[in-house]
């Protein structure tokens, strides 16, 4: 990216990728001005390079007023990929701003020897595909975790960055609080301290959340997967 004074790049971020590019480009463009755009969802995010903005800008039309009022030069769509409804407005500001758009979302995980993946497109499909009294690990934001509580034959593991603010609505159920662990063998440790039988999640690409699905590779446990269609 070039080094103007006058450069001004807004980050939507939210991601490890995100934080990571903020770095790069602070480092390597001193004069210019990094924004990340947050959405607020996690009550202390952690650090980041340049500056930050937090919450929604209002629909498109509230993003293109952000980028003109901030004389943003060139926009970043660095969001989750499974954050859709952000990077569509990214793609609508730009066009209505004429700024230029760089879009960095992650390739979904392709599939490993050794992987055992039940891979279905929607996230009832994942409940629907549980094996009676299977302990699953339920990798998934907050929002989604009530449509697995008619599954009043498993036990869940929950992980959260933050305590819910409300009891989860699930009958059998753990609660971990932390962030993924970075490696497989940290990862290992959780699934057998738990005796977990499965994983569900999203197949959402990038290095962050991977450990887990190399854990459940080396242990030989199912990972039903959702694909980015749900
Ligand atoms: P979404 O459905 O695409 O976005 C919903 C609304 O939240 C957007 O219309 C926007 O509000 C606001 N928003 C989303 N990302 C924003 C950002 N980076 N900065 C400012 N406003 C933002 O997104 P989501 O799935 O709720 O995800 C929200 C954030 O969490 C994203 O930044 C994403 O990178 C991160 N994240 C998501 C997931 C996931 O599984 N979806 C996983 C990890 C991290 P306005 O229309 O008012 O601007």
Redesign the pocket.
Known sequence: MPDRTSETILI????RE?ADLARELVAKHPQARIIT?????TREPAPLAGEVR???????E??ADYIRANGVTRLVD???P??????A?AVEAARLTGVALDIRTREPWAKQPGDDWIEVDTLEAARDALPPRARVLLAL?SQHIGLFSSREDVHFVVRMIDPPETPLDLPDHALVLGRPGDTAAVESMLLIAHSITHIVC?N?GGPAAYAKIEAARQLGIPVILVGRSD
């Not at 939507?12 to 991601?15: A, D, K, Q, S």
């Not at 937090?54 to 498109?60: C, M, P």
């Not at 499974?82 to 990077?87: G, L, M, Q, T, V």
């Open positions: 939507l971020g939210g991601t995100a755009s947050l959405a607020g969802r937090t919450g929604g800008f209002g629909g498109v509230g993003l660095a969001t989750h499974f954050a859709r409804r952000i990077s407005n934001g999203r959402s």
